[in-house]
């Protein structure tokens, strides 16, 4: 890892890079809050749209997100940005890493540095700051287009007028703080909301407005109309895969994979470290062809862990490209097809040997419960010809070692 003296550049590769700033433990140690500005060819931002921050965490083009705080064992705390250099937008030109200080200045911040690496972890380049006095806000670096490439700078440079101060600098519109009702939240940045140094007023819970039931239905649909662009991985044996931030954070994807010649197949979602977490698919077919559904992480990108023999190809895409259980639909092995319709009676039909499951996966209507359901509808071994009911619409997952059908009614 390339340690950079303020001023310096090097290249950077144009892909997806993690960002994370540190800074050390201690009494009385300020916050550290991190943003992301992304800039035209004037130095400007085109809308308040490109400021990334804690409270827009996501840009519009899923290119720059703010992957949130998380703390690195022994060390001191960190907050991270994750930007893919390759998708951004023809007219951005850069994109400034900032941060502001919640309850001092950046003097009073011990060890304060910052690093770029791959999502794997491997360290690209890293940036120590040493000179911070009275600063409330800091830009420490900018990744720049340089000749068809992308270069990130060390820059260092400090704002004593805060976040505001930062932000009016790039062209972010900031309002005036007006004096604020009782009960009502404090002053916003024009077009989005994050929040000043002024402190709202708790609402008393008997003001807070009732939960309301969702309809199942409708939530389906609106998951099923969700896009991002699919993200396609090669790879061979065992290996960890991160897919990109512009997946919806807390909705629910499809994970495809491909395979031949494998003795088996295994897809399974990684926790905040990199460990196997939870099975999403497995088949022990020659050729596998199998779908599945991932939940993706609110504050981090998901992470799938693929182990197989043999080459294979991940898509992770939108969960529209599931099949719609309309009318009999055939399969062979691990699949996710969509109910949409009212409760009633499914029938099923498996012409394997092994083991044939079936789970109904529902979203949560229970704003006090807001955990996924997952139903076990069929668990059988061999030939199944059975019938199950269900209540309301949802994901079906299959998990099959030979041919099966699936059909609504009896």
Known sequence: MTQMPKGGNLPVPAEALQVVVTWGHGPGVPDVDVSALLLDGTGRVRSDADFVFYNQPAHSSGTVRHLGKKQEGGAGPTDRLWLDLAALEADVDRVVVAASADGGPFGRVPELGVRVELPSGQP????????????????????????????????????????????TDFGITVEDEPAQPMGQAPSTYASHTCTTDAVPVPIPMADAAPAVEVDPAAQLAAELAMIFPPFVQQGRGKQRVTCPPS???????????????????????????????????????????????????????????????????????????????THPLDGRGPDLLVYEGPAGVLSFAHGGTSNFAVWHHIRSTDPDWPQDDEELLVNEVGHVDVLAPVQIPGLLRIEADGPWRVAVGG
């Open 247 to 325: 997946l919806p954070p807390g909705g629910r994807v499809l994970v495809e994979i491909e395979c031949r010649d494998s003795i088996s197949v295994h897809v399974d979602t990684c926790d905040a470290y990199g460990r196997s977490d939870q099975d999403l698919l497995s088949s022990y077919e020659d050729e596998v062809h199998g779908r599945t559904v991932a939940p993706v992480p609110e504050d981090r990108p998901l992470s799938l862990l693929v182990r197989a023999d043999t080459p294979w190809t991940l898509r992770v895409l939108p969960l529209g490209h599931a099949r719609r259980l």
């Open 124 to 167: 690209v380049a890293s940036f120590a700051i040493g000179d911070a006095t009275t600063e409330t806000a800091f830009v420490f670096g900018e990744f720049y287009r340089r000749n068809g490439g992308w270069k990130f700078r060390a820059v260092g440079q400090g704002y004593d007028s805060g976040l505001a101060g930062l932000a």
